[in-house]
């Protein structure tokens, strides 16, 4: 679930914010709930089928964590209803699951998924197309997928924060000019710290400058989640207070892993266990 902007003892201060330090056996921890947060995921994507509700994924994705030993992060967060996010084509982030969202042939469906285990928290996003898939929504997911994939290879010792941000948005830009599109990078949402709470400091911007920020330290785990838009990167939030939408109706992507800072460089813990 992205962080917008806005236990145990914390071992890093950077002007005014705590950033959670983790030991190599916390991040291990960590691992765990990543690799449920991984399995749900796979799960709900198989799942998601042309007729199925965008509730019954839902109700599926709690049984999995529960059966998997543990807690959805999602469920009953600031009042959020469900155990997953599910967002539909236009809608980018924090789609809300309902028994009346049935999808479609062609749909594009993000799915944002959290888990708790042993007070540990993973969070990671997926964009699958549902039935048959456009050209150029699998381009969109791609290209968001290879902003990921940037953003994850600068979580190294050493760095400095909008590192990571200006890695998301170079591959964006450099994906968009491969396909022809000036992919929208959403700006009012990005990624954040995670460990012993789903949202911690630091707040992970999607865009920006290398260089600035909290520099990156062993023990630092950061949920890096771009978000792409084949239109104007301009949002707009729904009147249920969640589901966020892309302002000029563009259907749009997400893509979502927790990796961990350490010293061999960036640890995902959010894949499948091998």
């Avoid at 924090?94 to 009346?100: A, E, Y």
């Avoid at 939408?245 to 927790?258: K, Q």
């Avoid at 350490?262 to 894949?271: A, C, N, S």
């Amino acid at each position: 679930m992205s962080a917008t902007r806005g236990v145990r003892a914390v071992l890093a201060r950077w002007r005014g914010r705590d950033i959670e330090l983790k030991t190599p056996g916390e991040i291990d921890a960590m691992r765990v709930a990543g690799a449920l947060v991984a399995r749900t995921l796979a799960e709900v994507c198989a799942a998601a089928r042309p007729g199925v509700s965008t509730a019954e994924l839902d109700a599926l994705a709690e049984q999995v964590i529960r059966d998997g030993g543990g807690t959805p992060s999602f469920l009953g967060y600031h009042g959020f209803p469900a155990s997953i996010c599910t967002s539909v084509n236009e809608q980018i982030v924090h789609g809300i699951p309902v028994s009346t969202q049935v999808l479609a042939e062609g749909d594009l469906l993000s799915v944002d998924c959290g888990a708790i285990v042993d007070g540990w928290h993973g969070d990671a996003a997926v964009t699958v197309a549902v039935g048959g898939a456009t050209g150029t929504d699998l381009a969109l997911s791609a290209a968001c997928g290879e902003a990921l994939q940037a953003g994850m290879a600068a979580v190294r010792p050493g760095g400095r924060l909008t590192d990571v941000s200006h890695a998301v948005e170079r591959a964006a830009e450099q994906t968009g000019r491969r396909d022809g599109v000036l992919y929208g990078i959403v700006r009012e949402y990005g990624g954040h710290g995670i460990g012993t709470a789903m949202h911690m400091d630091p707040f992970l911007p999607n865009h920006g400058a290398p260089g600035h920020g909290p520099r990156l330290l062993p023990g630092m785990a950061l949920a890096v989640e771009p978000m792409l838009t084949a239109g104007d990167a301009a949002t707009r939030e729904l009147d249920d207070g969640w589901t966020v939408v892309t302002a000029d109706g563009s259907r749009a992507a997400h893509w979502e892993h927790t990796v961990a800072v350490t010293d061999e460089g960036p640890r995902i813990l959010t894949l499948p266990l091998p």
